[in-house]
């Protein structure tokens, strides 16, 4: 049993009739021999055998009684896997994009809430002999850092060892469960209140410790957005402040440019998938000493400047993308809710240099991460987990209810990429070939473009709402165009100094 934090409640909110609110993560195998008694029988078997490891699969959304202010995941007492584990053939050939269209279609169906919130789909007939696995989640359960848990704990040589799992309760039981713990859990409230005002005095102390006197406007420039944080700015340059041009906002502009990728999200979803090289991608790093995250920043850069180009015309300004950021820190009781927020950073769609741009995204990254680091973000965090849900849930519903022209635009794209493992885990004798994302879009995003490493290989994939960007079939072409760019540019001339 576990109550939904504020941010779970958010994204729970955004899975409404005209959205989605849940995210996948899509496993490629090659031809192998199916295991005995077939592939669908294996699946559901595994599944059983690691429900220890994964209660998350027993969840189901419960309101708690007496109209307190709580909702919770609790354990069901029948799991039916041949509901929850289903497969389909493709037909002849199998093709990628048949696969493709395939998956887009799962991923505009809503998952029921008087049941667990996930579904796993076996993909067979895939050319040349393969299958692919599906494993869909809704995202108001966990982040999208838990589908390669759930990968690797299904598989032959899990990482994890198997835990002790929680019986289910009987309704009555579950009803008086959840009344207890709601009943105590908002009598605490107030205690949870002046325990993290009191962690906020101590943060700020600490704050004035490093940063002097100047803490204080330091941090209004650092939560601020950024029209909003420079008159500060411009106070310290006056009293004489030198470090005042360091400090960035963690928003950096309250107008984003206008772009081909904002807009009114909806159920009408497509992906495409770009396939790099870990190897190119670090190269295109290091020509400014900087990292694989960096050349993704910066090669997607070149992918949107030039679609742009081809869709009516460039901003002179950079667009803003936003990249998420975990609150993890491995010593988390509720192991399965959402721990991840967003950095947002200025990316470089405005330079015609392949080198400028990855420079620019390197110093855009390190200065946002600076931000981060410089504020209590931890504490928002658990600020988030006391914001009621009657409070957190209608934004969230209107912001995915308003029309094109009056849907904030916050960022413009979303980019992520994470290091994912060298080896790949084995099912049944057969490894995963590939593996790739199908993300989540935020109200007014029409874009996201994230990955995941798998040994030597990362599949970028492009989740895009084809009702605002209609050609996101062609963005692999821009990709592979953008790291071609990269590849060839030179590197950045190192630094010299000069002797004194």
Same mark, same amino acid.
């Given at each position: 049993?576990?109550?939904?934090?504020?941010?779970?409640?958010?994204?729970?909110?955004?899975?409404?009739?005209?959205?989605?609110?849940?995210?996948?993560?899509?496993?490629?195998?090659?031809?192998? *021999?199916?295991?005995?008694?077939?592939? !669908?029988?294996? %699946? @559901?078997? $595994? &599944? +059983?055998?690691?429900?220890?490891? /994964?209660?998350?699969?027993?969840?189901?959304?419960?309101?708690?009684?007496?109209?307190?202010?709580?909702?919770?995941?609790?354990?069901?007492?029948?799991?039916?896997?041949?509901?929850?584990?289903?497969?389909?053939?493709?037909?002849?050939?199998?093709?990628?994009?048949?696969?493709?269209?395939?998956?887009?279609?799962?991923?505009?169906?809503?998952?029921?809430?008087?049941?667990?919130?996930?579904?796993?789909?076996?993909?067979?007939?895939?050319?040349?002999?393969?299958?692919?696995?599906?494993?869909?989640?809704?995202?108001?359960?966990?982040?999208?850092?838990?589908?390669?848990?759930?990968?690797?704990?299904?598989?032959?040589?899990?990482?994890?060892? *198997?835990?002790?799992?929680?019986?289910? !309760?009987?309704? %009555? @039981?579950? $009803? &008086? +469960?959840?009344?207890?713990?709601? /009943?105590?859990?908002?009598?605490?409230?107030?205690?949870?209140?002046?325990?993290?005002?009191?962690?906020?005095?101590?943060?700020?102390?600490?704050?004035?410790?490093?940063?002097?006197?100047?803490?204080?406007?330091?941090?209004?420039?650092?939560?601020?957005?950024?029209?909003?944080?420079?008159?500060?700015?411009?106070?310290?340059?006056?009293?004489?402040?030198?470090?005042?041009?360091?400090?960035?906002?963690?928003?950096?502009?309250?107008?984003?440019?206008?772009?081909?990728?904002?807009?009114?999200?909806?159920?009408?979803?497509?992906?495409?998938?770009?396939?790099?090289?870990?190897?190119?991608?670090?190269?295109?790093?290091?020509?400014?000493?900087?990292?694989?995250?960096?050349?993704?920043?910066?090669?997607?850069?070149?992918?949107?400047? +030039?679609?742009?180009?081809?869709?009516?015309?460039?901003?002179?300004?950079?667009?803003?993308?936003?990249?998420?950021?975990?609150?993890?820190?491995?010593?988390?009781?509720?192991?399965?809710?959402?721990?991840?927020?967003?950095?947002?950073?200025?990316?470089?769609?405005?330079?015609?240099?392949?080198?400028?741009?990855?420079?620019?995204?390197?110093?855009?990254?390190?200065?946002?991460?600076?931000?981060?680091?410089?504020?209590?973000?931890?504490?928002?965090?658990?600020?988030?987990?006391?914001?009621?849900?009657?409070?957190?849930?209608?934004?969230?519903?209107?912001?995915?209810?308003?029309?094109?022209?009056?849907?904030?635009?916050?960022?413009?794209?979303?980019?992520?990429?994470?290091?994912?493992?060298?080896?790949?885990?084995?099912?049944?004798?057969?490894?995963?070939?590939?593996?790739?994302?199908?993300?989540?879009?935020?109200?007014?995003?029409?874009?996201?473009?994230?990955?995941?490493?798998?040994?030597?290989?990362?599949?970028?994939?492009?989740?895009?709402?084809?009702?605002?960007?209609?050609?996101?079939?062609?963005?692999?072409?821009?990709?592979?165009?953008?790291?071609?760019?990269?590849?060839?540019?030179?590197?950045?001339?190192?630094?010299?100094?000069?002797?004194?």
């Amino acid at each position: 049993m576990q109550r939904l934090t504020g941010l779970d409640e958010m994204y729970l909110a955004l899975d409404t009739p005209k959205t989605t609110g849940h995210v996948a993560g899509i496993a490629v195998f090659e031809a192998s *021999p199916p295991p005995p008694g077939g592939r !669908l029988a294996w %699946l @559901r078997t $595994r &599944v +059983a055998e690691r429900l220890p490891m /994964l209660p998350l699969l027993r969840w189901s959304l419960h309101s708690v009684p007496l109209g307190l202010d709580a909702r919770h995941w609790v354990e069901v007492e029948d799991l039916n896997l041949e509901e929850h584990i289903v497969a389909t053939s493709l037909p002849t050939p199998g093709s990628r994009q048949q696969l493709l269209d395939f998956v887009d279609g799962i991923m505009a169906e809503h998952l029921p809430r008087d049941r667990p919130m996930w579904r796993i789909h076996l993909i067979e007939g895939l050319e040349n002999g393969g299958f692919a696995l599906l494993v869909k989640i809704t995202h108001g359960l966990t982040d999208g850092s838990a589908l390669w848990a759930i990968y690797d704990a299904l598989s032959d040589e899990p990482s994890d060892a *198997p835990r002790t799992e929680s019986a289910p !309760l009987s309704p %009555l @039981r579950r $009803r &008086v +469960a959840l009344a207890r713990r709601a /009943l105590t859990q908002t009598i605490a409230r107030p205690l949870e209140v002046a325990k993290l005002q009191a962690d906020l005095a101590a943060w700020a102390s600490g704050q004035v410790a490093k940063e002097g006197m100047a803490a204080l406007p330091h941090t209004l420039m650092r939560v601020l957005p950024g029209e909003l944080s420079r008159p500060f700015g411009g106070l310290l340059a006056k009293v004489g402040e030198e470090h005042q041009r360091d400090i960035e906002p963690l928003m950096p502009t309250m107008r984003p440019p206008a772009s081909p990728f904002n807009g009114t999200v909806t159920t009408n979803l497509g992906v495409a998938l770009t396939d790099f090289a870990v190897a190119d991608l670090r190269a295109v790093g290091k020509k400014v000493g900087g990292t694989v995250n960096d050349a993704v920043l910066a090669i997607t850069a070149g992918a949107l400047r +030039a679609y742009m180009a081809d869709h009516g015309g460039v901003s002179d300004q950079p667009l803003i993308g936003s990249a998420p950021i975990s609150w993890r820190t491995g010593q988390e009781t509720e192991r399965w809710a959402n721990h991840v927020w967003m950095l947002f950073l200025p990316i470089p769609t405005h330079l015609t240099d392949p080198t400028a741009r990855v420079r620019f995204a390197h110093e855009a990254a390190t200065r946002a991460k600076t931000t981060w680091d410089n504020i209590p973000s931890h504490l928002v965090r658990r600020a988030a987990a006391l914001i009621p849900s009657a409070i957190m849930a209608p934004g969230a519903r209107i912001m995915t209810a308003l029309p094109a022209g009056v849907v904030p635009r916050l960022y413009n794209v979303a980019i992520s990429n994470v290091r994912g493992p060298q080896q790949s885990p084995v099912y049944a004798g057969a490894p995963i070939a590939e593996y790739f994302i199908y993300g989540f879009l935020s109200p007014g995003c029409g874009l996201l473009v994230a990955g995941q490493s798998l040994g030597d290989r990362m599949i970028l994939s492009a989740t895009a709402c084809k009702d605002i960007v209609p050609d996101y079939a062609t963005f692999p072409s821009y990709m592979e165009a953008s790291m071609k760019e990269h590849l060839a540019a030179p590197a950045e001339e190192p630094k010299t100094t000069k002797a004194s």
